[in-house]
């Protein structure tokens, strides 16, 4: 079975510094992971995802993630944080038992940009 | 322009009384899911369509029914809806099981009294 697992449901940094968000995944496959985000009152939108190609994956804002198979880790970074960046940020795994296209999502973590 | 469509956006309702929620695609996707969204539990999948006739259960599937008689369309329904169905409710579609995008709807926000 495959789960995911965010390390710390709330993060705080201040502007311009380093956003490191901690993401785990557990899989008996090689995984599909995609992090989406979610801003206030708003639906889930597509950051990135890796489906076995490079492993360093470059997405929207100016966010990146590596795919590191011996840490089965996926952590989301950014150098340098913006106050648009306050979001909840979701870790997922793609279900590929399931025959209907499941995510299963960790558990989310907020993210608070200071000034 | 793509996008997943979701209404009502917000729903007050009391235990009991019927209710729907459509989601509409413009995208020609096979696949569609609704997933619920509850604090710290992330979104966990309700139900799942893989084309128009064919749906299966996903992993909270108790008190909700659904339908796909078109491919664009994927309504969910509460026949008798309780106050442990209070939550932030999403459509999701995509072109692809596993690898693709799933685009998602705005989100319906349900308050069962």
């Known amino acids: 079975a495959q789960s995911v697992t965010q390390l710390g449901s709330h993060v705080s940094v201040s502007e311009g510094a380093l956003v490191l968000l901690r993401c785990n995944y557990s899989?008996?496959?090689?995984?599909?992971l995609f992090w989406y985000v979610q801003y206030p009152n708003q639906g889930l939108q597509l950051l990135l995802k890796?489906?076995?190609?490079?492993?360093l994956v470059k997405g929207i804002n100016g966010f990146e993630a590596e795919f590191k198979k011996s840490e089965t880790s996926f952590h989301l970074t950014k150098p340098s944080a913006h106050m648009s960046d306050a979001a909840e940020y979701f870790c997922?795994?793609?279900?590929?038992?399931?025959?209907?296209?499941?995510?299963?999502f960790g558990q989310g973590t907020e993210l608070s940009v200071k000034p | 322009e793509a996008q997943v469509t979701q209404n009502p956006r917000y729903l007050i309702t009391v235990t009991g009384k019927k209710l729907t929620v459509t989601c509409s695609q413009n995208?020609?996707?096979?696949?569609m899911s609704w997933y619920r969204q509850d604090p710290g539990l992330g979104l966990r999948q309700i139900y799942y369509?893989?084309?128009?006739?064919?749906?299966d259960k996903g992993d909270v599937p108790e008190g909700y029914k659904v339908s796909r008689k078109e491919k664009r369309n994927f309504p969910l329904i509460l026949e008798s809806p309780s106050p442990n169905q209070t939550s932030l409710y999403f459509c999701?579609?995509?072109?692809?099981?596993?690898?693709?995008?799933?685009?998602f709807g705005p989100g319906t926000r349900l308050l069962v009294l």
């Open positions: 999701a579609s995509s072109s692809d099981r596993y690898q693709e995008t799933q685009y």
């Open positions: 899989s008996s496959v090689p995984p599909y």
């Open positions: 890796y489906t076995s190609a490079a492993t």
């Open positions: 997922a795994v793609s279900d590929r038992g399931n025959q209907g296209g499941k995510l299963i």
């Open positions: 995208m020609n996707h096979e696949y």
């Open positions: 369509s893989m084309n128009v006739e064919v749906t």
